[in-house]
């Protein structure tokens, strides 16, 4: 008598076929690459192409800024630092204010070495938004 062959039933696998996803992910990650080159984010500045003479600034005519290592903003107003240490939003109000009464004054900001680089930005950001500043001047030292 012939024997009878049972075949073992195959069951059907749920797996997730994940190649597709990969390629899209690849995709994704080549299109990201791309758009990240070409977007640019910033302060937008005038930046001189050569060295530049020294400025003509006095403080008659303008307004100084200072930022020191502990990112605190004070005022040199009659070529003596103002020993009141402002808020940024005092400053702002204050550089707002001058402006309003000599809309002609230069904007001079200088920073000290240790100031955080994100204080300066948040000055400018906000006297651009609050006071309508557009053009800023920042201090250096001269070169050696």
Known sequence: MAQLIRRA???PKAEINVVPYIDVMLVLMV???ITATAITAGVEVDLPSASAPPSEATAENSIIIEIN???EYHFITSGDRD???YALEEAVDLVQTRLQQKP????LVGG???ADYGKVVELLSMMNEVAGVEKVSLMTNPAK
Do not use: K, P, Q
């Not at 002609?104 to 904007?107: K, M």
């Open 9 to 11: 039933r195959r069951r």
């Open 104 to 107: 002609e004054l230069l904007i």
């Open 83 to 85: 020993e009141i240490a």
């Open 31 to 33: 299109i990201l690459m």
């Open 69 to 71: 290592s502990d990112g």
């Open 112 to 114: 000290d070495e240790g």
